[in-house]
């Protein structure tokens, strides 16, 4: 179990910008690493109405059940790490084998057995180190869409925001609001 604070920052990019990064930085897509998200909530949208999110992420080296929380410069994630049996029993509502997460979710009055899956989203993802932070290209698809993104992943809000913006800067790309991508599959999924 790990508890960690994430401090990131993001913007959403076009498929041509995220190409034109991919270069700047000697990416090929190929090396993209592969990772399947499941969100869950329960039926009437608690996790969501406390600003929270739930997901199990599949890679192919770990499969994880992280619980997002509000902090004040980001957010709080609780991480357990799963078997592939628990995470497929998660995902048919056989039970919820993360007992970190279970407290933390116990303790914002929500019990786990309501929880249900309800999308899924699959990223490709790059990382780059840059100036005391983490640059993360990902290119995600969910149902008939897909979309590109950059974050910048730092320990301290005020430095990143200010390295974020120059670097955007620097490469000619616009600011863009980015929502999270769970929001951005929610949005998807309750589209007309």
Known sequence: MTKELEIEYKNMLTKDEYQRLLSHFNFTYQEAHV????????????????????????????????????APDGNYEITDELTEEQAAAMLNGEGFFAPEVTETLESLNIAPADLQPFGTLTTRRLEAPHEEGLLVFDHSEYGTEEDYELEYETEDAVKGKERFEQFLKEHHIPARPADKKIARLVKYLTRD
């Open 35 to 70: 990772q399947v998200n499941h969100y869950f909530d329960t039926p009437d949208g608690q996790l969501r109405k406390q600003k929270c999110a739930l997901r199990i992420r599949q890679t192919d080296k770990e499969i994880e059940c992280t619980l997002k929380t509000p």
